[in-house]
């Protein structure tokens, strides 16, 4: 892409590729993060196109700091970004969607458009060892699509034909499990843990109260079965966001869940 220097569309679907064959083998997960900014129509109107070219430019410049071996982003074209994650999924895939939210927000674009933040909307899908990228594709715009009708500047998994979950702080972790099978016991008894806190009885997540026990659960259960969670890191030195581990090869140099910079 000539404006941010990442990939575009051909490059991304290039890059793509050999991560799609690694998650067919069922060595490692794989999951599309479709980013769209919200109201950039408004930026480019109210402050001209050169100043939303310097948002895209920044904003471009957030994400290439999560590129890496397993990890590779893109802008597809106009104000629509992609990320394509191996070795996440569950938790971690939701903590990670979450923390690249964060970070664009956090953007400084003073320069461009005066103070306020400029978000994103995200859309998540996670590949089957049947996917393609544009059956990948098609899940991730419209979980998409969904976030933009939910009030943006949030994440939405896409989930069946039917459904897309918000994951988030939307608030930051929302009880829409992972579609792969999750068969260790502790994360079988994590799930049956959290199950009853899904849905508060004006049927939207009760979020303090999931995030409240999921840290009691997993400080619990990590002391006797690290890593038994449904999270498959590739080896490598690591460092933590949150209570989990990303290796510094998986994401580049950004930290999903630290401060940004």
């Known amino acids: 892409d000539p404006l941010t220097g990442l990939r575009n569309r051909r490059g991304f679907v290039e890059a793509a590729a050999p991560m799609f064959d690694v998650n067919r083998s069922g060595a490692s997960p794989l999951a599309l993060l479709l980013l769209d900014i919200d109201k950039f129509k408004r930026i480019?109107?109210?402050?001209?196109?050169?100043?939303?070219?310097?948002?895209?430019?920044?904003?471009?410049?957030?994400?290439?700091?999560?590129?890496?071996?397993?990890?590779?982003?893109?802008?597809?074209?106009?104000?629509?970004?992609?990320?394509?994650?191996?070795?996440?999924?569950g938790f971690a895939l939701h903590r990670f969607a979450q923390s690249v939210r964060k970070g664009i927000a956090e953007c400084n674009h003073a320069e461009a458009i005066g103070e306020g933040p400029v978000t994103v909307s995200i859309g998540v899908a996670e590949a089957t060892p049947d996917s393609d990228f544009r059956e990948l594709y098609r899940h991730a715009d419209e979980a998409l699509y969904s976030a933009k009708h939910e009030g943006r500047d949030r994440v939405v998994f896409y989930r069946g034909e039917n459904a897309g979950h918000e994951a988030g702080d939307n608030p930051p972790i929302h009880a829409a499990y992972p579609a792969t099978p999750v068969s260790s016991p502790v994360a079988r008894s994590l799930r049956q843990a959290l199950e009853p806190?899904?849905?508060?009885?004006?049927?939207?997540?009760?979020?303090?109260a999931f995030h409240r026990q999921a840290y009691r659960l997993v400080r619990r259960n990590q002391r006797g079965h690290h890593g038994s969670l449904p999270?498959?890191?590739p080896a490598g030195d690591v460092h933590h966001a949150g209570r989990r581990q990303w290796p510094d090869q998986g994401l580049g140099t950004a930290k999903p869940d630290g401060p940004q910079h």
């Open 44 to 89: 480019n109107d109210t402050h001209g196109h050169d100043a939303g070219d310097m948002v895209l430019v920044t904003i471009g410049n957030r994400i290439a700091r999560w590129e890496g071996d397993m990890c590779k982003v893109a802008r597809l074209g106009g104000e629509e970004f992609a990320l394509m994650v191996a070795g996440m999924d």
């Open 197 to 208: 806190l899904q849905h508060s009885g004006s049927g939207h997540f009760a979020g303090h």
């Open 231 to 233: 999270f498959r890191p």
